[in-house]
């Protein structure tokens, strides 16, 4: 694909404008200074401060500004809105890049802890014993209550190579976990075929997440499948451009999400058309770890009629985020919208509610969704 959007679903996510990357996306912008008085005293403080404390060679004019900065966006208390210094912008460019350097674990917050969504096949993370849900309260010595996302996502990468260990709570059981960071490509789209039945599974919306469900769309139109399981669990979201596209495969045309910024506006987003499509009956597999793009998938399919949602009520990450670039090659990670399904259901710290409540997790849910779709 020659051109995407750029927008982080949930967890990250932006919207209304040229590129797109959701959850967890960007597009970059200027930001603009406010009008008002407000503004005046900020100057004011600044010119006080640089002009006369006692020791103004102690002053690092530039530490000063960042921390003006990043205490402004600290007082929003938003996990997902972070001041990002040059480090932290390249790294987060980085993410919606598809590959980075890190652990191989997808995170989000809850309730102020850090909670793992998933940890990929073969990752630092998992050889580690990473787990979903495991909470993670520091890195390297270093509590992590009261970062955000960012501050978090920096601690835990790194170059290639080095080493890092969290401290993790797994249901009250404190475990030390030693990782060597590695360049991470999270993996995608999976598909197998359980006799008339294909099973397809996205572990995440990565950059080309969409590309490679062409040919499975394909295969499964050439072999004769009856019905698509499309297992969405433990997918932490990715790219909003991906999600949409992906959608077309299933809901051609279809209204996909929408998206009601700070002014109440609301921005319609509907599938991307595909060369290979499919009107196979479907059951779409989801847990508390599916989020942001996982979400919005699942959300689409269920308020169109076009699958059966099995499962558990998934994680609640529909914030959309936005990456704001600043001088000095900086920038502000910034929330400034919220996602709903194209029914109005706000998914930020609610999910998306299954039509089947199931407990069952592994291959027993896959084979409950057989059993339903062969009139079981």
Same mark, same amino acid.
């Given at each position: 694909?020659? %051109?995407?959007? $750029?927008?982080?679903?949930g967890?990250?996510?932006? *919207?209304?404008?040229?590129?797109f990357?959701?959850?967890?996306?960007?597009?970059?912008?200027?930001?603009?200074?406010?009008?008002?008085?407000e503004?005046d005293?900020?100057?004011?403080?600044?010119?006080?401060?640089?002009? $006369? @404390?006692?020791?103004?060679?102690?002053?690092?004019?530039?530490?000063?500004?960042?921390?003006?900065?990043?205490?402004?966006?600290?007082?929003?208390?938003?996990?997902?809105?972070?001041?990002?210094d +040059?480090?932290? @912008?390249?790294?987060?460019?980085?993410?919606?890049s598809?590959?980075?350097?890190?652990?191989?674990?997808?995170?989000?917050?809850?309730?102020?802890?850090?909670?793992?969504?998933?940890?990929?096949?073969?990752?630092?993370?998992?050889?580690?014993?990473?787990?979903?849900?495991?909470?993670?309260?520091?890195?390297?010595g270093?509590?992590?209550?009261?970062?955000?996302?960012?501050?978090?996502?920096?601690?835990?990468?790194?170059?290639?190579?080095?080493?890092?260990?969290?401290?993790?709570?797994?249901?009250?059981?404190?475990? !030390?976990? +030693?990782?060597?960071?590695?360049?991470?490509?999270?993996? %995608?789209? $999976?598909?197998?075929?359980?006799?008339?039945?294909?099973?397809?599974?996205? %572990?995440?919306?990565?950059?080309?997440?969409?590309?490679?469900?062409?040919? *499975?769309?394909?295969?499964?139109?050439?072999?004769?499948?009856?019905?698509?399981?499309?297992?969405?669990?433990y997918?932490?979201?990715?790219?909003?451009? +991906?999600?949409?596209n992906?959608?077309?495969?299933?809901?051609?045309?279809?209204?996909?999400?929408?998206?009601?910024?700070?002014d109440?506006?609301?921005?319609?987003?509907?599938? *991307?058309?595909?060369?290979?499509?499919?009107?196979?009956?479907m059951?779409?597999?989801?847990?508390?770890?599916?989020?942001?793009?996982?979400?919005?998938?699942?959300?689409?399919?269920q308020?169109?009629?076009?699958?059966?949602?099995?499962?558990?009520?998934?994680?609640?990450?529909?914030?959309?985020?936005?990456?704001?670039?600043?001088?000095?090659?900086?920038?502000?990670?910034?929330?400034?919208?919220?996602?709903? +399904?194209?029914?109005?259901?706000?998914?930020?710290?609610?999910?998306?509610?299954?039509?089947?409540?199931?407990?069952?997790?592994?291959?027993?849910?896959?084979?409950?969704?057989?059993? @339903?779709? !062969?009139?079981?």
């Amino acid at each position: 694909m020659s %051109s995407r959007w $750029k927008i982080a679903l949930g967890s990250l996510v932006a *919207v209304i404008a040229v590129f797109f990357s959701f959850g967890l996306g960007y597009f970059t912008a200027v930001l603009a200074p406010p009008d008002g008085d407000e503004l005046d005293r900020v100057v004011e403080a600044w010119n006080t401060l640089t002009e $006369k @404390y006692v020791e103004p060679g102690s002053i690092d004019r530039n530490a000063l500004a960042e921390a003006a900065i990043s205490a402004m966006v600290d007082y929003l208390g938003d996990p997902y809105s972070a001041y990002l210094d +040059t480090a932290g @912008y390249h790294a987060t460019l980085d993410d919606f890049s598809g590959t980075y350097t890190g652990i191989g674990a997808e995170m989000a917050i809850r309730d102020g802890a850090l909670i793992v969504l998933t940890a990929y096949p073969d990752s630092p993370a998992e050889k580690a014993g990473l787990a979903p849900g495991d909470r993670i309260t520091a890195v390297d010595g270093q509590p992590t209550e009261g970062l955000n996302m960012t501050e978090l996502g920096l601690l835990v990468r790194g170059d290639a190579g080095i080493p890092v260990t969290l401290t993790v709570d797994r249901a009250g059981e404190t475990l !030390s976990m +030693t990782m060597v960071r590695a360049v991470i490509t999270p993996p %995608s789209v $999976k598909l197998e075929m359980l006799g008339n039945v294909a099973y397809i599974s996205i %572990s995440s919306f990565n950059d080309h997440a969409d590309e490679e469900m062409l040919p *499975v769309i394909q295969e499964i139109n050439r072999n004769g499948a009856e019905s698509i399981i499309l297992d969405l669990r433990y997918n932490p979201g990715g790219l909003v451009t +991906t999600v949409v596209n992906t959608a077309g495969y299933f809901l051609p045309d279809q209204t996909i999400f929408t998206v009601k910024d700070n002014d109440g506006k609301v921005t319609t987003h509907k599938a *991307v058309s595909q060369s290979a499509t499919t009107d196979l009956p479907m059951v779409v597999l989801v847990n508390e770890f599916s989020a942001s793009g996982s979400e919005v998938l699942s959300g689409a399919l269920q308020d169109h009629d076009r699958a059966v949602i099995a499962g558990k009520q998934t994680f609640g990450k529909g914030s959309v985020t936005q990456l704001f670039n600043l001088s000095g090659d900086t920038g502000i990670y910034l929330t400034i919208a919220r996602w709903y +399904t194209p029914d109005g259901h706000l998914i930020e710290g609610i999910g998306i509610t299954p039509d089947f409540a199931l407990e069952l997790t592994g291959e027993d849910l896959v084979n409950w969704a057989i059993d @339903y779709l !062969s009139g079981s």
